[in-house]
């Protein structure tokens, strides 16, 4: 399955990877594990199996592939946001857990994304970083408005700064080991994220 298709969800299912998703599954592996830097084109040509520049049929280069991997991941994580937050009219605490359950398994099935944005966004040129902040900022305000309304009087700045804080925690799993199985560490992250919202 590629970036896009776990950031999207049940949507991208059942899809067959082109060879296109392919290198850029690929390439975000790379780029996660050596930096942006770090890597070539020539380097995404050889972990892919073809030449550095037979990418360019597909690629314009690798400001072009990591907004090809960052993007899309900024704009699945709002729809999903927003679908989870419909889920539950009347409901803050469900909505709350809700979008916990959803960015915990998005941060376990995307630890390269989760690199990318953390060291990577930078890299991009100015349109489509501007792109991806936008999208950050409309997720966030899914959750300040659940954390307003489980937390009534608390300012908006500060349920951002909360959101920020449990973004924090959650998107910790590139730097955690396997020593801990998935579903155990799912469950400690979405115990630990919501123990936090509700203090």
Avoid at 115 to 130: F, I
Avoid at 139 to 162: D, I, K, N
């Amino acid at each position: 399955m590629t970036v896009e298709q776990q950031a999207r969800g049940a949507a991208g299912a059942g899809r067959r990877r082109s060879r296109k998703d392919e290198i850029l599954e690929i390439a975000v592996g790379l780029f996660a594990a050596r930096g942006y830097h770090g890597v070539s084109m020539d380097d995404i040509g050889a972990a892919a199996g073809v030449t550095g520049p037979a990418l360019y049929h597909h690629f314009a280069g690798k400001e072009a592939m990591l907004a090809a991997a960052l993007i899309p991941v900024s704009d699945g994580l709002l729809a999903g946001g927003r679908e989870r937050s419909a889920g539950h009219p009347d409901d803050p605490r469900g909505v709350l857990e809700s979008l916990i359950d959803f960015h915990v398994e998005f941060a376990l099935a995307n630890p390269a994304v989760i690199a990318l944005h953390l060291h990577e966004l930078d890299r991009l040129p100015d349109e489509p970083r501007r792109q991806i902040r936008r999208l950050q900022r409309l997720y966030v305000e899914e959750w300040v408005t659940v954390l307003t309304a489980l937390h009534p009087g608390m300012p908006a700045s500060e349920a951002r700064v909360l959101a920020h804080a449990a973004f924090g925690l959650m998107n910790s799993t590139p730097f955690l080991g396997g020593e801990v199985d998935r579903r155990r560490r799912a469950e400690l992250l979405r115990d630990a994220t919501l123990a936090a919202l509700l203090a």
